[in-house]
């Protein structure tokens, strides 16, 4: 089941307000309803309620190589094959190719981002018995028991509702002795964007919904593993801040790479007039720095 209460930082009359919310959907039963959370957030990162996640490469590939950098420098890929994820645009995936992969499976829900990792694989010149390309949940992942040696998820578990079956998921999937690797949001991770996002929000279209974003922290990531089954568990935490010019390119930044998913609340109408609403709120409350929290995760299968 998702864990129904707000899990990141954000200013306490803020969180009161969510989880007030949180609160109502449980009732209601939208809390429980993963199914349809996870069809939300893939209809956001296939573009339904934001153009901005045509942007995605040009406006965030900065922050998530950093991140894929750091991930894949504590992880063997030379000769192995990898399961990538949540694999987006690729950005991870190539650069694990790049570290001498065998083989690399790219999975995501969103076919509009494994369409666009497919156009960067076939520019870049790979074969198809070198990279493959799947459409499908972290729950229900496409291979067969014990069948890679690497398991990568980039930035996904944050938006992943049932955080515990899907890392259960990929440790079935691995060889033994194979290496689940993964960075996730960290509870403070976008904390100025995510406060100015809500405070600008219409919440009359949102008011009973629990808002599809679960942060963890290190000991929550050592559990999960635990559960698992997994072993020699290893975990670290790094921030920063990603200072923009302005707000406006502070929000460009948070808009193609969320994809603004949780606009599917509000009716097709007025999304884009909602979004340029919310962009000129950053702007006017000079929200030009954006602190990133993530908490990375390795852990070995018996």
Same mark, same amino acid.
């Given at each position: ?38 069809? $939300? ?13 045509? %942007? ?6 900065? %922050?998530?190589? $950093? ?12 000769? $192995? ?7 987006? @645009?690729?950005?991870?995936?190539? @650069? &694990?190719?790049?570290?001498?992969? +065998? ?19 076939? &520019? +870049?010149?790979? &074969? ?11 729950? *229900? !992942? ?31 999937? !691995?060889?033994?002795?194979? /290496?689940?690797? !993964?960075?996730? %949001?960290?509870?403070? %991770? ?19 919904? /629990?808002?599809?974003?679960?942060? /963890? ?8 593993? $635990? !559960?698992?089954?997994?072993? =020699?568990?290893? @975990?670290? *935490? ?26 599917? /609340?509000?009716?097709?109408?007025? *999304?884009?007039?909602?979004?340029? +609403? ?6 006017? +409350?000079?929200? @030009?720095?954006?602190?990133? =929290? ?9």
């Amino acid at each position: 089941m998702p864990t129904l209460l707000w899990t990141g930082k954000m200013s306490l009359p803020l969180k009161l307000m969510l989880n007030m919310g949180n609160m109502i959907a449980w009732i209601s039963g939208n809390a429980r309803d993963s199914s349809a959370m996870k069809e $939300k957030m893939k209809e956001g990162y296939n573009g339904a309620c934001s153009d901005y996640i045509q %942007h995605y490469d040009e406006s965030s590939s900065f %922050h998530y190589e $950093k991140i894929s950098d750091s991930l894949t420098q504590k992880v063997e890929c030379h000769g $192995k094959e990898v399961v990538d994820v949540g694999c987006g @645009t690729g950005i991870l995936s190539f @650069t &694990a190719l790049e570290k001498g992969a +065998k083989k690399m499976h790219c999975v995501d829900i969103s076919r509009f981002m494994l369409e666009k990792c497919r156009e960067k694989s076939i &520019a +870049k010149g790979y &074969a198809d018995d070198v990279i493959t390309f799947h459409e499908g949940d972290v729950e *229900r !992942l496409p291979f067969p028991d014990a069948s890679c040696d690497v398991v990568f998820a980039n930035m996904v578990m944050g938006m992943v509702p049932n955080q515990m079956s899907a890392i259960a998921e990929m440790a079935r999937i !691995l060889r033994p002795g194979g /290496r689940i690797a !993964l960075s996730t %949001h960290g509870p403070a %991770h976008y904390r100025e964007a995510i406060e100015a996002g809500v405070r600008s929000l219409n919440m009359r279209y949102f008011l009973g919904h /629990r808002f599809e974003y679960w942060p /963890r922290d290190e000991n929550e990531i050592k559990a999960f593993f $635990k !559960l698992a089954g997994l072993d =020699d568990t290893q @975990t670290s *935490r790094m921030t920063w801040v990603d200072e923009f010019e302005n707000g406006g390119k502070a929000f460009d930044f948070f808009a193609a790479s969320t994809g603004l998913w949780w606009h599917h /609340r509000l009716p097709p109408e007025i *999304r884009n007039k909602e979004t340029e +609403k919310t962009r000129a709120y950053f702007q006017r +409350k000079h929200v @030009t720095e954006i602190t990133c =929290d993530v908490v990375f995760a390795f852990a070995s299968k018996k």
